[in-house]
């Protein structure tokens, strides 16, 4: 079974995930902004604008553009945190559902293949194959078809 991160576990010594979480935002726009500041060659000569052309259309100061900033992070952390303290997840019965697709492949195989068949070839594997179908196969049917539906509404 695949370890999922959880709220309740700490990733950092002393600091639980929802804190680091609610963070990784300010860290990656920090990085994009010390990037765009160290002006370095190599990925200047990727930028899709050229930085006279974007100082000519920017009317906002740095200064508003900070104070916007941190008036968000500070709206979103403790909203945040308001939320997910209070939230207590509810346990999910994964060996529950994993024994209904193994039921689900079991009938499947029995009428695909026959039952004499069925059982001495899927019956020593069931429970490997349904844990499969559980945790990987149906996750990446799931997000295969969430693209092509993307790609069919974006056409």
């Given at each position: 079974m695949p370890s999922w991160p959880s709220s309740r576990l700490s990733s950092h010594i002393g600091c639980p995930s929802s804190i680091v979480g609610l963070s990784s935002s300010c860290r990656f726009s920090?990085?994009?902004a010390a990037i765009d500041w160290l002006e370095i060659p190599a990925i200047e000569r990727h930028r899709l604008h050229e930085p006279e052309e974007l100082k000519s259309?920017?009317?906002v100061t740095l200064g508003?553009?900070?104070k916007a900033v941190l008036v968000q992070h500070a709206i979103q952390t403790a909203l945040g945190l308001l939320v997910l303290e209070q939230a207590v997840p509810k346990p999910v019965p994964h060996d529950d559902r994993i024994a209904a697709y193994a039921r689900a492949i079991h009938?499947?195989?029995t009428i695909a293949f026959g039952s004499r068949i069925s059982r001495h070839l899927?019956?020593?594997r069931l429970d490997e194959l349904a844990s499969f179908a559980y945790w990987w196969a149906v996750p990446a049917?799931?997000?295969i078809w969430a693209l092509c539906v993307d790609l069919g509404v974006r056409h």
């Open positions: 920090a990085f994009w259309r920017n009317r508003a553009v900070i009938q499947l195989s899927l019956a020593p049917l799931q997000y």
